[in-house]
């Protein structure tokens, strides 16, 4: 339930309105899923627990099989993608210290989204102005001085 109301309170009206703006810059979609392995994904999910759990059954029972989601309809992208790499630079040309501070539970971004951020990074060669600690617990935004960061 609590998932719910997030999504419904936060992450919807966020997405929504981004994804809005984005295709209307560029009158155009700006997702695409070619080339996405949803049983990969599935297994790489830090929700892959949880989805089991909801299911009560193993996964190979109810995730459709490998060719039902090769002949998924597949989506292009027609111009929202790039005008995201024009406007911003996933570039890792960092030259200040910067403090990557996250929910370990939020869904707006997600850990996996801090960590490709700092792959690019590192890869720039800029690790040591990147820092990075996450507080164990659901939300965005809302750090308190209760609640330590936790160095990862």
């Known amino acids: ?10 992450d ?9 703006e ?4 560029r009158t155009g979609n700006v997702s695409w899923n070619t080339g996405v392995d949803y049983r990969v994904q599935l297994a ?7 989805v089991v759990a909801l299911y009560r059954k193993p996964v190979s ?6 060719e039902t989601l090769q ?11 790039s005008l995201s790499r ?11 210290p910067v403090l990557d501070s996250a929910y370990q539970g939020r869904r707006l971004v ?3 989204d801090e960590s490709a951020y700092k792959q690019v990074v590192d890869e720039a060669g800029n690790e040591e102005f990147l820092r990075r600690a996450f507080v164990s617990r659901a939300g965005h935004c809302a750090f308190t001085p209760a609640k330590p960061l936790l160095p990862c």
């Open 1 to 10: 339930m609590n998932q719910f109301f997030w999504d419904r309170m936060v």
């Open 12 to 20: 919807f009206p966020f997405v929504f309105e981004f994804r809005a």
């Open 22 to 25: 984005l295709e209307s810059a």
């Open 44 to 50: 790489n999910s830090i929700d892959r627990d949880e």
């Open 61 to 66: 029972v109810w995730m459709p099989t490998s």
């Open 71 to 81: 002949n998924a309809v597949r989506v292009v992208p027609t111009g929202g993608r």
């Open 86 to 96: 024009e406007k911003y630079h996933f570039n890792g040309e960092i030259h200040i």
């Open 110 to 112: 997600v850990v996996q």
